[in-house]
């Protein structure tokens, strides 16, 4: 029994778990129920583990792929980093698209060196690979990815002439069954058609020329121009052999066309593990700093595209940004970069924030289905402590490192302050 303020004896309150998890959402969640991968402790204290994979044939999640948000200095790339480290131990193969350089330590404790791509390194990969696709599936790849290519350098959409030219040069290339097409033979062929091919489209020669000279000069600057020797060319002796693989393109992060470059990489990176995935393997894919890939719209179709083929290529895909407003400078409220960019996130089962500002909450209240209660959480986290929406469940969890992965993780070392291992 229990006293009103007027002294009368009213019955004892009773209530629902429901009503109990309402107001203690984090407490009341219960546990995913899979083993394996340990990412820290919940707000009850119990072990965390998530595995995209395992979460998935569990039923648990519709789609293996993860979005991470958070600002700098709040554990988000230590998060990243071991994580993949700890997937790795599982028999996990590890990629990573790499726009600042902050994945050496990581690679090399995975035992392989990072591929560091710039112009004129010596070093090139082709994104136009695809070498052990069925014969369609790798055309669609490749086509799907020069109109990326083409569209983002031109700005715009390609007209149905251009789209034509891309296919008739791309299949020009294919003839050669000896090697794959290659970026540069690509522009070669749309630049100098041969009569044959204006021909079959019921074109003539100068008509084919003029229908593809812009898009063949745009992409001509990867092949031949400032940003020539990185992604024109068949790929470089024994790369992509290795189990894990990183791509350094630190040297070209500032370059106006990191949206372009970067989406060439994650060409060739999703070439490689779906041949893995082929085979049977399950990969990770990183795409840090995504906000420079969704910030074009042509590029973040193309990224969104491989998005939804991830179940199909035993694939997870992780994009890593700042904040909620990173997907919403992609583009003005309602157009097609915004909704590119909220589709990413929709198609990410797995979203993991970090503390964000106040500002960013109305905006993840959409994003994440988090109720007023759970988001009022966000701005008062603490480094390492991260709000998970893991398919319709939401967890509060501290990540835990170990002492080894401290050193391997750091990335506030060039500020001179350690990485802090958790205990």
């Known amino acids: 029994m229990r006293r009103s303020p007027a002294g009368l004896r009213l019955p004892a ?36 583990c998530h595995d995209p994979f395992e979460l998935y044939r569990a039923g648990i999640v519709t789609n293996p792929n993860i979005t991470v948000l958070g600002q700098i200095g709040r554990g988000k790339s230590s998060l990243v980093k071991s994580y993949l480290l700890r997937q790795a ?30 112009p004129g390194r010596g070093r090139r990969v082709n994104p136009l690979e695809w070498a052990e696709a069925p014969p369609e599936e790798a055309r669609l790849g490749r086509l799907t990815l020069l109109g990326a290519l083409a569209e983002a350098s031109l700005r715009r959409r390609l007209s149905p002439g251009e789209r034509l030219c891309l296919e008739i040069a791309l299949d020009s290339c294919r003839r050669d069954e000896r090697r794959p097409p290659t970026l540069a033979r690509v522009v070669a062929a749309l630049l100098s058609p041969r009569a044959e091919e204006a021909a079959s489209a019921g074109l003539s020669e100068p008509e084919l020329v003029a229908e593809g000279r812009q898009v063949g000069l745009e992409l001509r600057r990867l092949a031949a121009g400032d940003l020539a020797g990185m992604f024109d060319g068949e790929t470089s002796g024994d790369l992509g052999t290795g189990r894990h693989l990183v791509v350094d393109l630190s040297q070209v992060y500032h370059s106006e066309a990191l949206p372009a470059l970067m989406v060439c ?3 060739w990176l999703q070439a490689v593990t779906a041949a893995a995935g082929r085979e049977g393997s399950q990969s990770l894919l990183v795409v840090d700093e995504a906000w420079a ?39 003005a409220g309602g ?28 905006l993840l209240a959409g994003l994440l289905g988090c109720s007023p209660e759970e988001l009022s959480y966000l701005p008062q986290l603490g480094r390492g402590v991260a709000l998970w929406r893991v398919g319709t469940r939401r967890f509060l969890v501290e990540h835990l490192l170990g002492p080894a992965e401290a050193a391997l993780v750091d990335t506030d070392g060039r500020l001179g302050g350690p990485a802090r291992a958790a205990t």
């Not at 309150?13 to 107001?23: K, V």
């Not at 991968?37 to 072990?47: C, E, F, S, Y």
């Open 335 to 362: 157009s097609e970069e915004a909704r590119l960019a909220e589709g990413l996130l929709a198609d990410s089962e797995t979203v993991v924030c970090y503390a964000q500002p106040a500002s960013e909450l109305s």
């Open 89 to 118: 131990a599982f028999g996990r193969r590890v990629a990573v698209l790499d726009p600042k350089g902050e994945y050496g330590p990581l690679a090399r404790a995975l035992g392989v060196e990072p591929i560091e791509l710039a």
């Open 265 to 267: 990489a994650a060409s």
């Open 293 to 331: 890939v969704l910030s074009e719209v042509a590029v973040a179709r193309y990224l969104r595209s491989s998005w939804k083929l991830a179940r199909a290529r035993g694939l997870a895909n992780v994009a890593v940004c700042h904040r909620a407003s990173d997907l919403e400078a992609a583009g």
């Open 13 to 48: 309150h009773e209530a629902t778990t429901a009503h109990l998890g309402a107001i203690y959402p984090f407490s009341a969640s219960g546990r995913l129920g899979v083993g394996r991968v340990l990412v820290g402790r919940d707000v009850a204290g119990n072990p965390f």
